[in-house]
């Protein structure tokens, strides 16, 4: 395992294991220049346009995917009038391609050609291929039949729905000619939204009797890979898809229901990757794949609630950036509870 480890020697540049061969990256856990006090306006401004920022790496191609999915590869809105055994097909087929492509190349890169050894995994073991608790007795296997048999289907069924109340006349509609700021601030905005409902029913789902039934499920996934990221309980795929719903509420266009869905879908596979970094030949360190943060998450359980640029665990005490301070505030957090209970 240790050779494996030495395959990149970059990796001793970003971050050290420890005595269990753990991997813990310099770097810690942070939040870009945005929503702090006093405000840095010139610095949030630098931050959105600058590599990694709001849009890049990951913001654009999300925004990028969802809008080619909707233009290219939908149904018309009239075909949705009718929710139709045909019309299920076609929307569920797109959705399955995004995360087989997206998924796949994550897991193929990483779980299955190995290119980078255990160079920058958190867990230096591999996913389990034979354990009592996940279904089938294997770890992948599991993630990959919650993904495609539940997680697919109900971000289907979420876009198939909200689609027909607004080919049915329900709900208002804008167009990108006639409404062209609001339709470019909607764009824009999705991703915050996504932060900010991910955090709130993610903390709705470590409520005590949720967990028990349906978070469980997906936090079996103590050393996870890219398939753990929609590998969830049904309750908890209709929730995590509800962000959809926000479009009940609001004008929008199509394309905002369909951009919302595969950002929700697909923007789990990096996050859960179980890899700091991509390395992209021996030379050159690829790109953060962001996922320290939701590692922490799937390790400790209590902390790191929020996952993206909204500093909710911050402002509400369960922030862990990976230092040794923050590890000693979150076990001062658990006394604490112990002792209330
Ligand atoms: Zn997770
Ligand atoms: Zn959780």
Not at 137 to 147: A, V
Not at 211 to 240: D, F
Not at 279 to 285: C, D, M, Q, R, T
Request: hydrophobic content about 45%; overall charge positive; some cysteine.
């Amino acid at each position: 395992m240790k050779n494996e480890t030495q395959k990149s020697g970059l990796e001793n540049l970003y971050g050290i294991r420890d005595k269990r061969n753990h991997y813990h990256p310099h770097k810690k856990v942070g939040y870009p220049p945005v929503f702090i006090w006093p405000v840095k306006p010139l610095s949030a401004l630098a931050w959105i346009v600058s590599i990694p920022g709001y849009f890049l790496p990951w913001n654009l191609f999300y925004m990028a995917t969802g809008l080619i999915a909707w233009y290219l590869f939908s149904p018309q809105l009239e075909d949705y009038t009718y929710i139709t055994l045909n019309l299920l097909i076609i929307v569920y087929a797109r959705n399955s391609i995004l995360v087989m492509i997206y998924y796949g190349l994550f897991h193929l890169r990483l779980f299955l050609q190995k290119t980078q050894g255990i160079a920058f995994k958190f867990n230096p073991r591999w996913p389990d291929m034979k354990s009592k608790i996940f279904l089938f007795g294997n770890q992948t296997y599991d993630n990959i039949f919650l993904t495609f048999i539940s997680g697919v289907s109900i971000w289907t069924l979420f876009e198939v729905f909200i689609l027909s109340l607004a080919a049915n006349g329900y709900l208002n509609l804008v167009s990108p000619t006639v409404q062209p700021i609001y339709f470019g601030a909607m764009i824009f905005l999705i991703h915050l939204w996504r932060d900010l409902h991910f955090y709130l029913i993610h903390r709705l789902i470590h409520w005590p009797p949720l967990y028990k039934i349906a978070h469980y499920v997906h936090h079996k996934n103590t050393n996870p890979g890219p398939w753990s990221g929609l590998a969830m309980h049904p309750v908890e795929h209709l929730m995590y898809f509800s962000c959809a719903l926000l479009f009940i509420l609001l004008p929008f266009h199509p394309a905002f229901v369909v951009l919302t869905l595969v950002h929700a879908g697909l923007s789990p596979a990096p996050g859960h990757a179980g890899f700091e970094r991509l390395v992209a030949s021996k030379e050159k360190v690829g790109f953060d794949l962001d996922s320290y943060a939701h590692y922490l998450h799937h390790k400790y359980f209590e902390c790191n609630y929020a996952d993206g640029i909204l500093p909710l665990d911050r402002w509400f005490g369960t922030f862990h950036d990976g230092s040794k301070t923050s590890h000693k505030k979150m076990q001062e957090r658990f006394r604490r509870k112990r002792f209330i209970k």
